[in-house]
């Protein structure tokens, strides 16, 4: 049966909004997890608007639900050293007991790199710098002191304490559709690979899949093992049997997590709405 999540960009809203539409997503257990984003700009819209820092958020959000299981989809690589983002996400398992997904990203969005003076680089710098700090972040989370050498990355004798509550550590989540490097990186450290919006594009989801099988046969890992997860954008009214019918067709497909993306337009009743349409209370 396939399972349900949402998620509320940071862009073009306000705390008070995205706060209640968390809660009436904790309140039902048709949604399994819930997410925000980690972008400085908007990435629609009036890119001058407001957008809230997804760290920030997600340790609030996580103070005020109790249940649902939580992440940043995801975390643009560039944006901060994998020391930095294996201390927060240990921290931050603690404080939601439990509960972090760790999304993880190589960054795409030029506009807000440029205007804070990030490098985000090439293709091949981008994805280099991905693969380095997935593994050096899995190291500190997992190892008690870390050396790791690479291109972009220098550890020595690091330590990342107290460590997350999760053993070994949280689930990695990794979005992305790069056949060669970041479905590889899926299978040798994911445990949800996320496609974005499929579903103009199934057939072409379906054999992205099928490359990650074979990823997951080259390096000895059950494919099984890797929840697949696509977001599902809805109208400003959402008419809950047509989203569940979209949905259906997804877990046809053989997606597991179908993430309604929510917006500005919607608040803690749209939330609450689809639950009920969905099957819940």
Not at 28 to 51: L, Q
Not at 115 to 128: F, H, I, K, N, S
Request: hydrophobic share 40%; proline share 5%; net charge negative.
């Amino acid at each position: 049966m396939g399972r349900y999540a949402i998620k509320t960009p940071t862009h073009h809203t306000t705390w008070d909004r995205m706060l209640d539409m968390w809660k009436a997503a904790d309140a039902t257990e048709v949604f399994e997890s819930a997410w925000n984003f980690d972008h400085f700009y908007p990435i629609r819209g009036d890119t001058n608007g407001p957008c809230l820092e997804a760290w920030v958020t997600l340790s609030a959000l996580a103070q005020a639900t109790s249940r649902i299981r939580l992440g940043t989809m995801v975390c643009g690589m560039h944006f901060r050293h994998p020391a930095v983002t294996a201390s927060m996400a240990s921290s931050l398992d603690i404080v939601s007991n439990g509960r972090l997904e760790l999304g993880l990203g190589a960054g795409w969005y030029a506009l807000e790199a440029d205007a804070y003076g990030m490098d985000l680089g090439t293709v091949d710098e981008r994805m280099t710098r991905f693969e380095e700090g997935t593994e050096a972040i899995h190291m500190l989370l997992t190892e008690e002191t870390t050396d790791f050498e690479g291109r972009f990355y220098s550890l020595h004798g690091a330590r990342n304490e107290p460590k997350p509550v999760q053993r070994p550590r949280p689930p990695f989540v990794i979005g992305g559709r790069g056949e060669r490097r970041t479905l590889r990186l899926v299978a040798r450290f994911a445990s949800m690979w996320d496609a974005q919006f499929v579903e103009d594009e199934l057939d072409e989801w379906q054999r992205l899949r099928d490359v990650l099988r074979g990823h997951c046969a080259d390096v000895g890992r059950d494919p099984s093992e890797i929840t697949l997860s696509s977001h599902l954008q809805i109208d400003p009214e959402p008419d809950p049997a047509e989203v569940a019918g979209r949905a259906d067709k997804l877990f046809d497909a053989g997606l597991d997590v179908v993430i309604v993306g929510l917006t500005a337009q919607h608040d803690a009743s749209t939330v609450e709405k689809l639950a009920a349409g969905f099957g819940g209370s």
